[in-house]
C-alpha cells in the first residue's frame, strides 16, 4: 500500500503556492514538490508538516492509501545454493486479519 495526499487540492485558497505551502509545513519547497508530482513518497515529516499546516482537518481527510501496482507487489529474489540458480516469488499481499 500507498500513502497518497489531498493536500494539493485543500491548499487551493489557503497557500497561493507550494512555497506557501512548505513553509507551513515547516519542509523544503522541493520536498512538497517531489511528493506532488510521484517523485517522493509521503513521509513522517511530511504528514507532521501537514498537520500543521491544515489542523483543521482530521488525518483521514490529508491522507489516503492505495495498493500498489501488481509489479511492485511482486518481486523476485534469486538465491545462489551450491550452484544452483531458485527463483523465489515475494508478495506483498495484504494481511487479513478476519475483521
Sequence with gaps: MKVKTRIFELRNGKYKNLAELALAMGIST??????????????????????????????????????EPADEQTK??????????????LTSAPYECGL
Design 30 to 67: 522541493s520536498q512538497v514538490y517531489r511528493v506532488r508530482e510521484g517523485k517522493r513518497h509521503v513521509n513522517e515529516k511530511f504528514i507532521i508538516g501537514a498537520i500543521r499546516a491544515f489542523p483543521q482537518c482530521r488525518l483521514d481527510e490529508l491522507f489516503y492509501l492505495v495498493p
Design 76 to 89: 523476485k529474489k534469486t538465491v545462489d545454493k551450491a550452484g544452483t540458480r531458485v527463483s523465489v516469488k
